[in-house]
């Protein structure tokens, strides 16, 4: 064995005290760091999207009753409006607060409504109509312009059943993106055949109305206009699909034949497959889904997972749809 204070020996030893300063070194950073984010309470996390419960003033003087999702930091975001069907409110069926979560933590904005007298809304039920969504829709645009800045060149719009039906009939060049969910697209007044299937029926819905001025749905508890009814008996929204130019997502349920027509479901799908654009079709992924995307079954968590696909496909296009 060598010598300890031999001269073949010493640089060795400077070596190997080298090394142990430089562990040592080491370790103390590493103390520090580890410190540090005891301190932090842990690693740095991405601010959270921030949530913005609004009164806009509506084009009828009543108050608009709003959610925005904003991004955290960020300029100029696109912004999407998440629309709901009839009866519903700005919850969605509990599936606009995830999406617009989604949306905002990748810097897109987001706000949902409750139109006319649905959800908080103020105003009695016989002022829901077509026009009155349009309104509130270009409303609620301006009013997030106007006080968040979102870019107006970049706007998408998510429909569901009969916002699905008044988002289509909205569509233009100022609309850069569009989802419907389940779009209550019969044309004309075969629009309300989840009233009533029989045509028949409907046209008996349309005379009643025009009697009196508006008509009483059996079963709820609600009293749809004259104008709603004339509105949707004069719209042709798969004119305004096929001749839609943007970024377009399509998806129905199995549980949609409860209240749509096979006929409306084919001649949607066909009027966006007609188009020059390819459009997203999801359909394919929600056979065992209700028409508001719950399962058929029943089971809570097969529920969560369609929830939770239907979500997250939807905020992946949006998202690629609005890049800047």
Known sequence: MPNPRSPASRPHNRKATAAAVAAACLAAIIFVVAACLRLAGGPAKAPAPQIAELLIPSVRGANIHATATLPADGSNPALVVLCHGFTGNRQGDGHFAPLAMALASQGVAAIALDFAGNGESEEDFTAYTLESIYD?????????????????????????????????????????????????????????????????????????????????????????????????????????????????????????????????????????????????????????????????????????????????????????????
Not at 140 to 160: K, N, S
Not at 291 to 311: I, P, R
Request: proline share 4%; glycine share 10%.
């Open 136 to 324: 509130d829709i270009d409303t609620a645009i301006a009013y997030m312009e106007e006080t968040y800045q979102t870019d107006p060149a970049r706007v998408g719009l998510v429909g569901h059943s009969m916002g699905g039906r008044a988002v289509t009939l909205h569509l233009s060049e100022n609309i850069a993106a569009a989802a419907l969910w389940s779009p209550a697209n019969g044309d004309g007044l075969d629009g309300l055949e989840f009233l009533d299937h029989d045509p028949a029926g409907r046209e008996a819905i349309r005379t009643a109305a025009a009697e009196a001025g508006s008509y009483p749905l059996p079963g709820w508890n609600v009293a749809i206009s004259t104008a709603f009814v004339e509105q949707m008996a004069d719209s042709h929204p798969l004119d305004a699909l096929a001749g839609y130019s943007g970024a377009l997502l399509v998806a129905f349920a199995g549980g949609d034949t409860e209240l749509l027509s096979q006929g409306t479901i084919d001649a949607t799908l066909q009027a966006a497959a007609g188009r020059a654009q390819p459009f997203t079709d999801l359909s394919a992924g929600f056979a065992a889904a209700t028409h508001n995307y719950a399962a058929l079954s029943g089971d809570e968590a097969e529920g969560a997972a369609l929830a939770q696909s239907l979500e997250s496909q939807t905020a992946s296009f949006l998202l690629d749809a609005l890049a800047d």
